[in-house]
């Protein structure tokens, strides 16, 4: 940063805020920024922070940086809602996606490990305890994302969290139990709703939906936690930026 400035988190926020909803709102549709000259005019920061916001807003791809000629804005980009990759949890997801979200508990308890993938996720015994929880998301009162999480029984160091009063997971563990979320491994599959799903998702039985499996490690690289969620994609169609093909 020029002459050794020290940026501030609420100042670089503040301005690329600033900066997406100027191309958000530009009409119409803004081809290109205008100058950086006069962002920083316009948005009083150094241009020592504005190019770590324009860094930023490319590596999102938000914007292309061409040497000499500008900064090119992406509206394909800004127009899209729900982005995997941006995304931290699932209530910024149904957020983005311009509706009002909820989280309810459908039911906990703690029971033998003995689904049939289960205990090889969690990395335990087969029969060993764990606490499932059931939760629902819904979008503006409608269901939206039907989660089925699963931690051992020993990763909590005292009784067993008020989940309906976390607002994530990662905050719940942070609370809860020995050790944080370090890292989350996700994968994406397609799943056929079965009865006890397409009742929760109101979804017709049989129909396909989109199974995003998260895996929680500890910073020792100790699996913590599973979660099963399948998305209503009627409310809920995630996407997601890929750069530099």
Request: charged share 25%; glycine share 6%; with cysteine.
């Amino acid at each position: 940063m020029d002459g050794g400035e020290v940026m501030s988190r609420a100042t670089f926020e503040y301005a690329k805020r600033e900066i997406l909803s100027i191309m958000k709102t530009a009409d119409p549709p803004m081809r290109q920024l205008i100058s950086e000259d006069k962002l920083c005019e316009q948005l009083d920061v150094s241009r020592g922070t504005l190019r770590e916001i324009l860094r930023s807003l490319e590596a999102e791809g938000f914007i292309s940086k061409r040497h000499g000629e500008g900064n090119f804005v992406h509206n394909s980009v800004l127009n899209t809602s729900i982005r995997i990759n941006q995304v931290q949890d699932f209530h910024r997801m149904i957020e983005d996606a311009g509706y009002v979200s909820s989280f309810f508990i459908q039911k906990v308890e703690t029971v033998p490990c003995k689904d049939e993938d289960l205990p090889e996720w969690l990395e335990i015994a087969y029969g060993e305890p764990v606490v499932r929880v059931d939760g629902l998301y819904t979008a503006s009162g409608t269901p939206a994302i039907y989660c089925k999480l699963a931690f051992p029984v020993d990763v909590f160091t005292n009784k067993l969290p008020d989940y309906n009063a976390a607002p994530n997971i990662g905050k719940m563990f942070a609370k809860h139990s020995k050790y944080g979320i370090e890292q989350t491994l996700v994968h994406i599959h397609a799943a056929n709703c079965d009865a006890e799903m397409a009742e929760v998702l109101q979804l017709e039985c049989g129909k396909a939906v989109v199974h995003w499996r998260e895996t929680f490690y500890s910073y020792t690289d100790e699996v913590i936690g599973v979660s099963n969620s399948y998305f209503n994609d009627a409310i809920v169609s995630p996407s997601m930026i890929l750069k530099n093909w």
